[in-house]
């Protein structure tokens, strides 16, 4: 085939010009599109170079900057190594050529492929000398050397770059020696540039990015006068950011490294000394400084945590004093800096420490610092409360798109994960008798104090007597007049009263009152049924009396303007009351009140071809009942009867009808599927007089339309009566006519496992459930070869469910002479079952391993690798030489590039097939594929 030509410079322009200034909207994107291309061809190269040299025009020059540093981050094994000192070269020139035109965003883009190029090329040692003594101090340069020295300590950690580990320690190792003359410069140039400030904000990004990455350059940094300049800038405008990310990478620095005992010291003071520059921010109305502020006392909170959990000293006391005032701050963005703090301290201070009516009981030790640290959690709790509360206008609910939403949900998320401490009852007591003492609370204090209770309540034990009686009452209280927001969180917290509802079932009769009051607004439905649903599922024993309450409810939800998801709730509620029913013949005359209706609309459609609704809705429902119906085989009447299994025929009578007249649907197939799915999970094995029929109509319809869903199906009939002998025949005939037709399917085209990802997902699921209970019709039949040629074939698929069932069926494979060990048991024997693996690793096992190493060798995403490395320890497992023998000669392992993986991680891998531990040689495999480019 001929190679395809490089276009020309000006054609590259055009499409930038496009890109960026024709408003035809098309146009754009097909300029963006080829673009995107180009920059994928190896043409990118010397189209770059020659747009930088030209210059022809801003955009172009970006363009041809970020595509130089696109392609060496992820093109470098393109150029050959005699052709590197050449482009570092070009590069430098156009670097300093740049930072005199004042191109910032191309000598960024610049800056960033010089650091690149220093990570790969290994003959470039000590490239930060190099620049430094290249570029100097000069105001023409100083720009682009600065910026060079803020990203080579980020790209050296940046795992996008796929190098060997030695080569990584090797550059950390530069990077140390070469601090020492680094640190010099910054000083220099905050005093040469001090009145520049754009030059002083790029010295303290410089600072932040070699701070983070430690070495003995540091030390200066605390001796030298930056460190003091740094918090006198902190009241600059222009650059109180830069100094506060340069503030806080010291702290981190000072905590993590021993050797950076110096730099805490002299930081630590400084910081305390803030607090005043703090509360001025407060009365200036200067929210950026007092944000900038906290997150310098959140870091060093963050890095003090363990002591004060462990060894508190005086000073810790001062700290958590800070953490709290910044909680008291208005702006909500500074409050939630010091959440994670807040965790923290809780979480080590007691390790596994749960809270509510199951928590363990504390230590004589623990109680003791429990007892220190409560108050401080009581305390924060109504300043968190009264953070939460909604503004003066407020109209209606709050947007879920709002900040303050989301911040009201990470506060409570705090609340609940902490309240261990204090203990929720103690906490939700403070913060009832905090709200009880104002003398006029507005409605906005109220809904935040019982929004924040809300998440208390479900720690509190169902005993209670001091809080959630008094809180329930308050509740009921509150009616259609109160603001709806309001309204919303009181429906919230009687839902959450669930658990003390159960022990006190006299209340169920006043919260659906008043729960059915509120749901007639619109706004409050879908809060209205999640409560049901909660008082139903909680007190499922005690609400039976008004199960007929629940379904006028259910049969008024299109008249209340319910959304599908509110039905859903309304009918999980329903569900889980129904079980409860004794004796059955009450379940099974729920279930008829509950179903009826639905059913016979469904019924209806699916049998009127001229009625052209769409039947998904009605399906989804029923199978929201039948998921949460589950009837324990010691609740069965005497006869055996599932008192279900009369609704459970009707409605598979339903979906037969519907699998017939919506055949070539696969949207609708897989609903009626699903519905299955809960009817077949409900009933268990007592599905049993129908499940004949389900196998032959579901068989047949995947044999027409190869729906995927349907191979799921049978894998759930085989999870159900694959052990039992009378189904043998059954499912090896099932199992022939799914394996012919989905190896038709995935036959089709050279793409079609790529284009059928959800076929293969089903069917080797299909598969590992049929290897369970009948082994030998999967590894030693006529089926046998066809199934794990295919599994070998979809190995390399990119695709992480497909690709994880197709892994775990061929690991189960080769862990069966282990599984089968001592087995006797017909033909099933461990003799057998080993020989039968033993054959498909003789006439498939050099293919399957050849996949396996491609998918490691950077085939497939690293995140697949773990799987792989299961079936190759497996098959390692039954043959380690010959196992070994095919991973080197493999066609991926002699086509490994020399420029990523050298002859010792070559190496390494094969000898991983040595290990006998799986832990150890799946963090192997990991490593060799961390070096490929994906």
């Known amino acids: 085939m001929a190679a395809v030509p490089a276009p020309t410079v000006e054609e590259v322009c ?24 180009l920059q994928k061809t190896v043409h990118a190269w010397s189209i770059s170079d020659q747009l930088l040299q030209r210059k022809i025009s801003t955009e172009a020059s970006y363009f041809a900057a970020q595509t130089m540093r696109s392609k060496i981050l992820y093109s470098f094994h393109e150029l050959p190594a005699e052709t590197l000192p050449s482009l570092r070269e070009s590069l430098l020139v156009q670097l300093r050529t740049f930072s005199t035109l004042n191109a910032g965003p191309v000598v960024i883009q610049l800056a960033l492929a010089v650091a690149d190029l220093a990570v790969y090329m290994q003959t470039w040692s000590h490239a930060t000398r190099d620049m430094i003594m290249n570029f100097g101090s000069s105001a023409d340069t100083v720009f682009s050397l600065l910026e060079f020295l803020s990203v080579l300590p980020e790209e050296v950690r940046n795992g996008t770059l796929r190098v060997p580990p030695s080569r990584r320690d090797l550059l950390r190792n530069e990077l140390t020696e070469d601090a020492a003359g680094v640190y010099p410069l910054f000083i220099h140039c905050f005093e040469k540039f001090a009145q520049d400030t754009k030059v002083i904000q790029k010295v303290f990004k410089c600072l932040n990015s070699w701070l983070l990455f430690g070495g003995p350059g540091s030390l200066q940094f605390a001796q030298s006068g930056l460190l003091t300049a740094s918090f006198q800038a902190l009241s600059m405008p222009e650059l109180s950011d830069s100094a506060t990310n340069a503030i806080v990478s010291a702290v981190y620095l000072s905590a993590h490294l021993p050797e950076q005992q110096h730099l805490r010291s002299v930081i630590v003071p400084l910081i305390f000394q803030l ?44 700290l958590i004093q800070l953490m709290v005032l910044c909680a008291t701050h208005s702006d909500i963005r500074v409050a939630r800096l010091t959440f994670n703090f807040w965790y923290n301290l809780a979480d080590m201070s007691f390790p596994e420490r749960p809270d509510g009516p199951g928590a363990v009981h504390w230590t004589p030790a623990e109680q003791e610092r429990r007892s220190a640290m409560a108050p401080i959690y009581i305390q924060l709790a109504p300043i968190l409360g009264q953070r939460l509360q909604m503004d003066d206008d407020q109209k209606g609910l709050l947007s879920k798109r709002s900040e303050l939403h989301d911040f009201r949900f990470m506060a409570l998320d705090l609340i609940k994960q902490t309240s261990f401490v204090p203990g929720s009852t103690a906490l939700a007591r403070h913060v009832f008798q905090y709200l009880k003492m104002q003398p006029s609370p507005s409605w906005q204090l109220v809904e935040a104090m019982l929004f924040l209770l809300s998440t208390l309540l479900p720690n509190i034990p169902a005993e209670d007597n001091e809080v959630v009686p008094h809180l329930f009452q308050d509740v009921l209280g509150i009616n259609a007049s109160a603001h709806l927001a309001l309204r919303h969180t009181a429906v919230e917290v009687l839902g959450f009263c669930d658990q003390w509802l159960s022990l006190h079932p006299e209340g169920i009769a006043p919260a659906l009152q008043a729960i059915l009051g509120h749901i007639q607004t619109k706004e409050l439905v879908a809060v209205s049924a999640a409560s049901l649903q909660y008082i139903c599922t909680e007190c499922r024993d005690k609400i039976g009396e008004h199960f007929d309450v629940l379904l006028q409810v259910v049969g008024s939800a299109t008249q209340l303007g319910m959304k599908e998801k509110d039905v859903e709730n309304l009918l999980k509620g329903c569900g889980r009351v129904l079980v409860q029913f004794r ?22 459609i699916v049998s009127n071809p001229a009625d052209q609704t769409d039947p998904i809705v009605l399906l989804d429902r029923i199978s929201i009942v039948f998921q949460s119906c589950n009837l324990t085989a010691e609740y069965m009447p005497p006869d055996g009867v599932h008192p279900l299994l009369e609704m459970a025929t009707m409605v598979w009578q339903a979906l037969d009808t519907a699998m017939k007249r919506y055949q070539a649907s696969k949207r609708t197939i897989e609903h009626v599927n699903r519905c299955l799915k809960y009817l077949m999970r409900s009933l268990g094995i007592f599905i049993e007089p129908i499940y004949p029929s389900i196998v032959h109509n579901t068989v047949n319809l995947f044999q027409a339309y190869q729906h995927p869903s349907c191979l799921y199906i049978m894998s759930k009939c085989v999870d159900l009566f694959g052990g039992q002998l009378a189904s043998v025949e059954l499912i090896a005939q099932m199992m022939t006519t799914m394996c012919q037709t989905t190896f038709a399917v995935l036959a089709k085209s050279p793409d079609a496992l790529r284009e059928h990802p959800d076929v293969v997902e089903d069917f080797y699921r299909l598969c590992t459930r049929v290897l369970e209970f009948q082994p030998m019709l999967v590894i030693r039949s006529e089926l046998t070869r066809p199934i794990i040629d295919c599994a070998v074939a979809s190995l390399v698929l990119e695709h992480r469910d497909a690709n994880d069932t197709v892994t775990f069926f061929l690991h189960s494979i080769m862990g069966c002479p282990r599984v089968y060990k001592g087995v006797v048991n017909g033909d099933v024997t461990e003799q057998n079952v080993t020989q039968a693996v033993v054959d498909i690793l003789q006439t498939s096992g050099q293919a399957m391993v050849h996949n396996l190493v491609f998918a490691a060798a950077g085939g497939l995403p690293t995140f697949l690798v773990p799987d792989v490395s299961e079936v190759l320890f497996d098959m390692a497992y039954l043959n380690r030489d010959v196992v070994r023998h095919w991973a080197e000669t493999s ?44």
Not at 23 to 31: F, I, T, V
Not at 583 to 604: I, N, S, V
Not at 912 to 926: P, S, T, V, W, Y
């Open 583 to 604: 004796p059955p013949a009450r379940a099974k005359d729920a279930m008829q009140r509950l179903c009826g209706p639905m059913l016979h609309q469904l019924m209806t």
């Open 14 to 37: 055009t499409a930038i010009q496009t890109l960026n200034f024709n408003h035809d909207s098309d146009a754009k994107q097909r300029a963006s599109e080829w673009l995107e291309h």
């Open 891 to 934: 066609p991926s392992m002699q086509a490994l590039p020399n420029h990523l993986v050298t002859a010792e991680d070559k190496q390494n891998f094969l000898d991983a097939f040595q290990i006998r531990n799986l832990r150890d040689f799946r963090e192997q495999l990991k490593t060799f594929s961390r070096l490929f480019f994906r």
């Open 275 to 318: 607090k005043d520059l703090f509360q001025q921010s407060v009365a200036t109305d200067n929210p950026e400084l007092a944000y900038n502020i906290a997150r310098i006392f959140a870091e060093l909170g963050d890095s003090e945590v363990g002591q004060i959990a462990h060894n508190p000293q005086e000073a810790h006391t001062i």
